[in-house]
């Protein structure tokens, strides 16, 4: 089996509704993501014979995540959320956020970035992001 692996960084702040500890306030993080592409078979005719994948379309996709989570609060669809949200509309600057339907933890994003790379039709085998330089989350499939 070939595997490729790719990595990208981006800088993101994000709080975890509910919580108490430290976690609850918000703060950044410098995001971390390497993934992996597997293949049991090259391609045999076109522009991508003899890869698994361009790593061109894969730099495209993982900039396209780069993009929806970078300088930007990440902020779960929930009632807090929501109010952060209408107060964050009334200071007289434009503040950045991303709206997700799950809590913004680790496991949630790494589990969220797999089916983004998923749905553009390639083959991802794993997905490792790293919310500090020592934590992370692989997420996968079952085998
Ligand atoms: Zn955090």
Redesign the pocket.
Known sequence: MFILKSEIEFDSA???SGYEGK?ANI???RYRLIVKIKGDKLKTSGNDRAMVEDFSFIKSTLKEIHDLFDHKIIIEDDEIGKDLINKLKTVPQEFKYELVQYR???EEMSRNIFFIIKGKGINIYEVELF?TPTNSCIYREDD
């Open positions: 994000h709080f975890l976690c703060h950044g993080h913004p933890t680790v919310e």
